[in-house]
């Protein structure tokens, strides 16, 4: 009777996979690798975000730097760039990285975000030796209105 148990169990979630379902509530979404020439010629840089879309529940958008080829030490600022609004990036953070940043955090605490759900991306401007050098950005992703 266990083993009939356990074998269930095994096709249910082997079944459910292969459905597509999953137990995350959150899809990460990594862009792909961008060139920086500015930084070095090998230099490239992606963004990672923790979701692309961020619901009402969300209270930040999580996201990492992350650098491969000859780049050196970045230095950087980073925000969300609301699709439309070229000029307007809010909120932002900055620091610098030699290969990954640790997890940042935006929060979703804006007004930006008040009142209209907004799509953008995470963007980043790169520095090196107080030069710019670049600007990257994350996939689309999309935030419900608070």
């Known amino acids: 009777m266990k083993k009939l148990k356990v074998a269930t169990l095994v096709g249910i979630l082997a079944v459910s996979f292969s459905l597509g379902f999953s137990t995350n509530s959150a899809e990460a979404a990594t862009s792909s690798w961008q060139k920086v ?9 992606r963004v990672w975000t923790d979701a692309s879309t961020y619901t009402t529940r969300a209270t930040t958008i999580d996201f990492t730097l992350e650098q491969k080829g000859n780049c050196g030490n970045l230095k950087y600022i980073a ?11 809010a909120p932002n953070t900055d620091g610098n990285f030699s290969f990954k940043t640790p997890v940042k955090k935006l929060s979703l605490n804006h007004s930006l975000f008040k009142g209209s759900q907004r799509s953008g991306w995470v963007e980043a401007s ?7 050098v670049g ?3 994350s996939n689309k992703i999309t935030v419900h209105k608070r």
């Open 37 to 45: 020439p500015g930084a070095g010629s090998s230099c490239q840089v």
């Open 79 to 89: 925000g969300f760039n609301p699709d439309g609004l070229s000029s307007f990036t």
């Open 126 to 132: 790169l520095w090196k030796n107080n030069k710019t």
């Open 135 to 137: 600007v990257v950005s």
